[in-house]
């Protein structure tokens, strides 16, 4: 008797970016929440998104994206978040209903801007700082555009905190790897007063649907690095 054909299943190549508007906010400011899906370089289109929001292991909220739109991409405007300043804002993507799999990706960001007398839970630790163990920086990374195509060029801002404060006059450098180029070092000059920095890249000579990696790193006066790496894709090449 003949063996019976079994159905082939398409291997999936998913990429998944996620990216907040803004690394740091006051309590008062709305954020928004950017998410792109691609399948072998190809947009998903109305694909369902949730994400999942939480400050300093507080409780989890959850809020529904739209579908996805033609680029695979959907947006989410979240509500301000009343936090002291120093607050991290952790919060998770995740596209159910993609064959079998959930796919997900986090992220964060940074409460910083309020003024003294919307914070003063926080007086009491800065009376305190002293006593404070020092814990590490905290780094966020972001492109403007999560896709591109090989003509346009690439902003990526960068910004780097330490116990909540921002980290002025750290050098800063991105090292982007690219298919055809090899690997290109930016220099991205000292972090400004608010502890961040911002690269120009030129653009990069690829295929529709492949990744492009990237790492910034931060290097302060004892030659200590601290890095983060994160991706963007090219597309919409003809």
């Known amino acids: 008797q003949a063996a019976q054909n079994e159905p082939v299943i398409a291997e999936r190549h998913i990429q998944l970016d996620i990216w907040?508007?803004?690394?740091?906010?006051?309590?008062?400011?709305?954020?928004?929440?950017?998410?792109?899906?691609?399948?072998q370089g190809a947009p998903l289109v109305n694909a369902q998104?949730?994400?999942?929001?939480?400050?300093d292991g507080d409780r989890t909220l959850t809020y529904p994206f739209d579908?996805?739109?033609?680029?695979?991409?959907?947006?989410?405007?979240?509500?301000?978040?009343?936090?002291?300043n120093g607050t991290a804002v952790d919060y998770e993507v995740c596209f159910q209903g993609i064959g079998d799999g959930e796919y997900c990706k986090r992220d964060s960001y940074l409460i910083w801007g309020n003024a003294e007398e919307q914070i003063g839970a926080t007086a009491a630790v800065e009376q305190n700082a002293e006593t404070v163990q020092e814990i590490a920086p905290v780094l966020d990374v972001w492109e403007l555009?999560?896709?591109?195509?090989?003509?346009?060029?690439?902003?990526?801002?960068a910004c780097i905190h330490q116990s909540g404060q921002p980290q002025p006059n750290m050098e800063s450098r991105l090292i982007l790897e690219t298919p055809n180029d090899g690997v290109i070092s930016y220099d991205g000059g000292p972090s400004d007063q608010g502890g961040c920095t911002f690269f120009t890249l030129s653009p990069v000579e690829a295929n529709n649907g492949e990744t492009i990696p990237y790492q910034v790193c931060f290097i302060n006066k004892y030659g200590e690095q601290f890095c983060e790496k994160d991706s963007f894709l090219i597309w919409g090449n003809p």
Request: proline share 7%.
């Open 145 to 157: 555009s999560p896709q591109l195509s090989s003509t346009d060029s690439q902003e990526v801002g």
């Open 49 to 55: 998104a949730v994400v999942n929001v939480s400050t």
């Open 20 to 39: 907040e508007q803004l690394p740091q906010i006051s309590s008062h400011e709305t954020q928004q929440i950017g998410a792109c899906i691609h399948d």
């Open 67 to 84: 579908l996805t739109d033609s680029g695979g991409c959907s947006f989410l405007t979240l509500d301000p978040i009343q936090a002291p």
